[in-house]
């Protein structure tokens, strides 16, 4: 299934595109997650530990806070980012 990736902050940078379209075999965040690893490899120390999403790595599906167990379909958007933080 196609789906649209939306990268901010150090993923952007790591990856050197803002937007990406990925064929993704699976359903979940984390089969999504994992097809960008493949294509963009240097995401992974940034994303993954232990084969785990960080923590502070968030994904939202269609705007929605989701996890990576939560389900994905053909031509949703993840927009990917780091903790923000500011004054």
Same mark, same amino acid.
């Given at each position: 299934?196609?789906?649209?990736?939306?990268?901010?902050?150090?993923?952007?940078?790591?990856?050197?595109?803002?937007?990406?379209?990925?064929?993704?075999?699976?359903?979940? +965040?984390?089969?999504?997650?994992?097809?960008?690893?493949?294509?963009?490899?240097?995401?992974?120390?940034?994303?993954?530990?232990?084969?785990?999403?960080?923590?502070? +790595?968030? +994904?939202?599906?269609?705007?929605?806070?989701?996890?990576?167990?939560?389900? +994905?379909?053909?031509?949703?958007?993840?927009?990917?980012?780091?903790?923000?933080?500011?004054?």
């Amino acid at each position: 299934m196609m789906l649209k990736f939306r990268l901010f902050a150090n993923f952007r940078e790591k990856a050197g595109r803002k937007e990406i379209a990925l064929d993704v075999k699976g359903g979940t +965040v984390m089969d999504a997650i994992k097809a960008l690893i493949a294509a963009y490899p240097g995401l992974e120390p940034l994303m993954l530990q232990e084969g785990m999403l960080k923590p502070y +790595v968030n +994904v939202l599906v269609n705007g929605r806070k989701a996890g990576p167990m939560d389900r +994905v379909n053909e031509g949703d958007e993840l927009a990917i980012f780091p903790p923000v933080s500011g004054g």
